[in-house]
């Protein structure tokens, strides 16, 4: 089984946040891959389903941001899922809005959802889908821009960016990583 956890906050007036982009691409891949009706455990929402031959469990923390790893930590020990196949889907300020990135491993980079993780698994040795959503220019604007909605003109790209992350879910489910970067811009563009 492989944990894919899509970071945010579980207000409803932030569902649309950047900072919550790590929710929606986890419901667009539930919705786009008919997996269960999202149900409340390990201090979350999960919903299960099957991508590319795989057992993928989602999971939506609803501890907050600063406080992901709990819930991470409480479904990653109940089935006993290695770090390998734990993966993260979460804002990136450092890449422009639209732009992927996969990597293991690393820095919090400043993100609470990472560093809480961080603190909560073994070490940082999981996977992060890092999902850009640009960096408003300068360091005080930084709280204001995560914490704030998607711009009107940015949501169709939004919404094709999001199905196109679904769209080749299969091949983040093989860990074919290059290739499902690689699948997203094409499809996304």
């Not at 422009?96 to 919090?108: D, P, Q, V, Y």
Request: net charge positive.
């Amino acid at each position: 089984m492989r944990l894919w956890t899509g970071l945010g906050n579980p207000e409803p007036g932030m569902s649309r946040h950047r900072h919550n982009i790590g929710f929606m691409a986890v419901d667009e891949i539930a919705r786009r891959h008919g997996f269960s009706p999202w149900r409340k455990r390990f201090r979350g929402e999960t919903s299960e389903g099957v991508i590319g031959g795989q057992k993928i469990l989602l999971l939506k923390p609803m501890t907050y941001m600063n406080r992901s790893g709990d819930s991470v930590q409480q479904a990653a020990q109940f089935f006993k899922i290695a770090q390998d196949d734990i993966t993260v889907f979460h804002d990136e300020l450092d890449l422009a809005f639209g732009k992927l990135r996969i990597k293991r491993g690393g820095g919090a980079a400043g993100h609470n959802g990472l560093r809480s993780m961080d603190k909560c698994l073994p070490g940082p040795d999981y996977w992060r889908v890092r999902m850009g959503i640009g960096h408003p220019g300068h360091k005080d604007r930084v709280t204001g821009h995560v914490l704030g909605n998607f711009a009107k003109a940015e949501e169709p790209e939004l919404e094709r960016w999001l199905e196109a992350i679904a769209d080749a879910a299969p091949l983040l489910a093989k860990k074919e990583h290059e290739a499902f970067m690689t699948k997203v811009a094409l499809l996304a563009a």
